[in-house]
């Protein structure tokens, strides 16, 4: 039982370079999310996703696009990564809000660093 | 809005001494949950406590405890006899109803140092 798994656990890449970070979760939840968390910030939501095929945006979407194709996968697509990007970003998953499967688990990061 | 704020940007201490992270939220929601989560050196977050508005009853759990007190907004939490292990950077949340999920608020987290 993995709960919630993030690949990769870091990359590197150059200003304008795209990407993918994968989330997968075995916990059966409908509810998935991104985050970023920079230096004294705390984390800050980027998108989230409340069942398959569908996914929202969160306080600071610019820049990132998502997809929720299986209910299990939340992907996190950087189009044409730009230095502000560079921070930690992490998955996390949850029940149906509102009831108490509300925690929130994550996965264990992903430390991206755009040039 | 809701809001949450951790004060202790940073706190030292030495081993085997008890220690209080601060919290204190904002909200007018009467339903919301309260979470601390651990951040050790090796990057994960890792949940420790949920607890919901109508319950205000403290809790413990071997070293640690947490005192939600309403009248104050706040739910603080203390490690008794503080270990090595403890260092790491504790992060409280509030969530509240949203339309179709739960928001978390996070604080920017306190950063303790537990030294031998």
């Known amino acids: 039982n993995a709960g919630v798994t993030q690949t990769p656990k870091f990359r590197v890449l150059k200003t304008g370079q795209s990407m993918t970070l994968l989330c997968a979760q075995d916990m059966n939840h409908e509810y998935m999310y991104w985050y970023r968390q920079d230096p004294g910030m705390g984390l800050r939501l980027i998108h989230y996703s409340v069942g398959e095929g569908t996914t929202a945006k969160g306080e600071v979407p610019d820049g990132y696009n998502v997809s929720r194709l299986k209910k299990q996968n939340f992907l996190l697509g950087l189009e044409s990564a730009a230095p502000s990007q560079t921070s930690v970003y992490f998955c996390?998953?949850?029940?149906?809000?509102?009831?108490?499967?509300?925690?929130?688990?994550f996965g264990p990061g992903t430390r991206l660093t755009v040039l | 809005a809701q809001k949450v704020t951790q004060a202790q940007t940073e706190i030292s201490v030495v081993e085997k001494e008890d220690v209080t992270l601060d919290c204190v939220y904002e909200?007018?929601?009467?339903?919301?949950?309260l979470f601390w989560y651990k951040q050790p050196p090796s990057g994960e977050l890792v949940f420790l406590i949920r607890r919901n508005s109508f319950d205000e009853q403290n809790e413990i759990s071997g070293r640690y405890s947490w005192n939600f007190q309403k009248s104050t907004s706040s739910f603080n939490f203390t490690i008794t006899a503080s270990q090595v292990v403890d260092s790491a950077v504790y992060f409280c949340?509030?969530?509240?109803?949203?339309?179709?999920?739960?928001?978390?608020?996070f604080g920017s987290g306190t950063k303790l140092n537990v030294k031998p």
């Open positions: 909200t007018r929601d009467t339903t919301y949950y």
């Open positions: 949340a509030l969530s509240v109803p949203g339309y179709n999920f739960n928001k978390f608020y």
């Open positions: 996390a998953t949850s029940g149906r809000g509102g009831t108490s499967t509300d925690t929130q688990y």
